[in-house]
């Protein structure tokens, strides 16, 4: 996951959080993201992005909203018919409609995406925030970990680790990108509270018998969240990418189970032949992931006070 996110070095986040000029206080905080959102409602790109997502996301939730065909009925006749009347898409290898197909191939890929984004935000937000906050034994241990992490290759772990496992499913493939992935989140975490740990308001809080974990909770972290926030957006569409990746490589889902990666997987021979078998699923992977990354760097810009 490091690989496919912005990287930041231990000492500082690859994105900056809200300033001590512009976020001394909880209102404050509430004035940064009632500006954001003021400002992504007038950016036209993160308008069309969400609603692409929201689009695939109502196919993941919702696939009978889209179709009411069974991506399962099948008939050998109609192997690699073109788009037609009734069946846009036209069918696979197996005669099924390849339309539905990609409506219920959403699922699978967003479950993953969105379970490993939360998962890295966890562990990396919880152990950045600890490392970040009490400094010396904990900074060093938690660290020395990450980088042990970093310095395995992504791709290569995640096939050691699915190929370890023997057993490739939504929670297994979501297991294994949340363990290679969380890295980054810490080290920008670790970075944001860094340089809001010293700020005074938080010395006033703490002067005045605040403990720890309320200071860390009500004063550092609504401050730090902000970068972290940019880098789950992107991590979103960087996961989907991922599964697709992991499941073209063979260690991913495998059928029957339904997904943008496996229609790419088994359709990529026949593109000479039957070309709308591997555009269609391969412009609904694009569009998704695109749209994450440009969600992410438009909350990027709308966060950055030094962006306006």
Known sequence: MSDLLPSATADQPALQGPTSESTGTSGGNASLWSDARKQLIRNPIFVLSSLYILVVGSMAIFPTLWTDQDPRDCLISRSRQPPQDGHPFGFNILGCDYYSHAIYGAQPSLSIAIGATVGIVLIGGILGLLAGYYGGWADTIISRVVDIFLSLPFLLGALVFLTVVKVQNILTITMVLVILGWTTIARVMRGAVLSAKNLDYVLAARSLGAGNVRIMLRHILPNAVAPVTVLATIALGSFVAAEATLTFLGVGLQPPEESWGIMITD??????????????????????????????????????????
């Open 267 to 308: 359709h990529q021979v026949y593109f000479l032949e039957a070309p709308w078998l591997l555009i269609f699923p391969t412009t609904l992977l694009i569009g998704t992931v695109l749209s994450f990354i440009l969600m992410g760097d438009a909350l990027r810009d709308a966060l950055d006070p030094k962006m306006r």
